[in-house]
């Protein structure tokens, strides 16, 4: 079994760039793919990022995913922050005995 | 579109049961894995249970197997979670989640429906 392991709480100013980490405890991160869902208060989670780097239609280029193999680790990248990207954040990827897992979230602060 | 209507939840006490529904729209409900996914209040998400379109697979997490099973009635597009032996730390904001053609990931959420375990 693996686990997904983020930063609980990042902040940055507006205009700026975030980087937010998800590193897999065990198994590659390369083995299945990885999303990255974000949560605004009060709402549902939306995904921002699948399988690693694409983005959904309608989720602006500001926002990239990566996985870098020799940290085990993926990443989402948001450049010239907004106040409305202020929300949590989650990593999820799967495997056959774990299943679906969810890294615990990161906070997102837009200050 | 695509629509994911939870219902069922509420206030339940220790050892009792509950059953969630959730109602789709908007997709081919039979051809897609659903799942549903909870969040404890003030916490993270959590996966809980995964049924195959079809509904010959279902997968469940660790915490609820034995207690919990997810079913489908493909015929009125609606995914169900009968919640037995509920516990204190069973209370979270359940979601119904709809899964892309790779079983791997979801792509629709609900809006959840709260379930509360307490005397």
């Known amino acids: 079994n693996f686990m997904l392991t983020q930063t609980h709480s990042v902040s940055e100013s507006p205009g700026k760039t975030v980087t937010i980490s998800c590193t897999r405890s065990?198994?590659?991160?390369?083995?299945?793919?990885v999303q990255w869902f974000q949560q605004r208060p009060g709402s549902s989670p939306t995904t921002v990022i699948y399988?690693?780097?694409?983005?959904p239609s309608g989720v602006p280029d500001r926002f990239s995913g990566s996985i870098d193999s020799s940290s085990n680790s993926a990443s989402l990248t948001i450049s010239g922050l907004k106040t409305e990207d202020e929300a949590d954040y989650y990593c999820?990827?799967?495997?056959?005995?774990?299943?679906?897992?969810f890294g615990g979230g990161t906070k997102l602060t837009v200050l | 579109e695509v629509q994911l209507l939870e219902s069922g939840g509420g206030l339940v006490q220790p050892g009792g049961s509950l059953r969630l529904s959730c109602a789709a729209s908007?997709?081919?409900?039979?051809?897609?894995?659903m799942s549903w996914v909870r969040q404890a209040p003030g916490k993270g998400l959590e996966w809980v249970a995964t049924?195959?379109?079809?509904?010959?697979?279902?997968y469940y997490a660790d915490s609820v197997k034995g207690r919990f099973t997810i079913s489908r009635d493909n015929s009125k597009n609606t995914l169900y979670l009968q919640m037995n032996r509920l516990r204190a730390e069973d209370t979270a904001l359940y979601y119904c989640?709809?899964?892309?053609?790779?079983?791997?990931?979801?792509?629709?959420w609900g809006q959840g429906t709260l379930v509360t375990v307490s005397s």
């Open positions: 989640a709809k899964h892309t053609g790779s079983l791997h990931r979801f792509d629709y």
């Open positions: 908007g997709f081919s409900f039979s051809d897609y894995a």
């Open positions: 049924m195959s379109g079809s509904g010959s697979s279902t």
């Open positions: 065990s198994g590659s991160i390369a083995s299945n793919s």
């Open positions: 399988e690693d780097n694409q983005r």
């Open positions: 999820q990827s799967y495997d056959s005995s774990s299943r679906w897992v």
